[in-house]
Structures are given as C-alpha cells and as structure tokens.
C-alpha cells in the first residue's frame, strides 16, 4: 500500500521561509514522477513543482521559480520542497503526489489530474 506523508506546514510571515518534505513507502515501482501541488481555498488544485526520480529533471511552475527548490533523497524515500521568499499568495494546503513510470516532466504532464497516490496535505499560512 503506497503511503505518502507530509509534514512541514505552519504559518511564516511574508519573506519567510519553510520546508515541506513528504515521506513515502509501499511504491510498486522504482521510480517515478512526484509533485508538489497546492490548492488555495476557492481555487482549483494546481501544481507547483514535480521531479522525476530517476533523472532529477524538475518542474516548477511560473509563480514560484526561484523560490522554490524541489529535491529527493532517495536513501529516505523523502522528497523536499524548499519555499524562500514566501509572499502571501503561498498560503494554501500543499499536497504531495507520486506515480509511476513513464515519466515525462513537462506542463502537461504534471498537473493534477496525472498522479495515482496522494498525501493528506500540509497547510501553509503566510502572513503580512
């Protein structure tokens, strides 16, 4: 049974920074594609930032490039998502996705829609 669990949320002032990081188990597949995705309250799920195990090839989204670091260890099967700069538009629930090969890192390939395995979200409040 895959399991993937965040942890990291909290609440930051704006500027601040904070690292999410999701540990993951029960993978039927040696690699894959994981993601980063968030869903601020009255708007549609979106995705972040998503790597591909295998290759570290990398995603992010146009809102956080520079700010946002998204990177693996695989000896912990644990993913990261580093957040700096953190502006009041981060505040949302962020949410840790995983499927399997193939793997294909590319706008429309890592959106929602094309994850097989959820955490249960992590929330990050940023403040003024």
């Known amino acids: 049974q895959v399991q993937l669990v965040e942890s990291g949320g909290g609440s930051v002032e704006a500027g601040g920074s904070l690292r999410l990081s999701c540990a993951g188990s029960?993978?039927?597949?040696?690699?894959?594609?994981m993601g980063w995705l968030r869903q601020a309250p009255g708007k549609e799920r979106e995705i972040v930032a998503a790597i591909f195990t295998s290759t570290y090839e990398t995603y992010y989204t146009d809102s956080v490039k520079g700010r946002f670091t998204i990177s693996q260890d695989n000896a912990k099967n644990t993913m990261y998502l580093q957040m700096n700069s953190l502006k009041i538009e981060d505040t949302a629930m962020y949410y840790c996705a995983a499927r399997g090969p193939p793997c294909t890192i590319a706008p429309s390939t890592v959106g929602p829609l094309k994850y097989h395995y959820w955490g249960q979200g992590t929330q990050v409040t940023v403040s003024s």
């Open positions: 029960g993978f039927p597949y040696s690699s894959g594609c």
